[in-house]
């Protein structure tokens, strides 16, 4: 887990290093190398002012940097979603 002090340095190193662009998929990558979890990833995005939470989620979670993770994720979401309502 990254502590507040990390997360806000990397933070100010994304600003500087990727000022000028508006590509997203390396500052997700960045982060991801930086020893960011994914809810830290959707978290900084939207820090930054690069998306929406709502955008920042799909982005993240469709990136090249999380996608060998991605079916774990969605493994994990739907069940969840059958714990919180198990008559759907």
Not at 37 to 61: N, P
């Amino acid at each position: 887990m990254i502590g507040k002090s990390e997360y806000e340095r990397a933070l100010r190193e994304v600003r500087l290093k990727f000022e000028d662009s508006l590509d997203r998929e390396p500052v997700i990558e960045y982060l991801k190398g930086a020893g960011f979890s994914q809810i830290a990833c959707i978290r900084a995005m939207i820090d930054l002012g690069m998306c929406t939470a709502s955008e920042a989620k799909r982005v993240v979670h469709y990136s090249l940097a999380w996608s060998s993770t991605r079916s774990q994720s969605e493994d994990l979401q739907e069940g969840l979603a059958k714990a919180l309502d198990p008559d759907a």
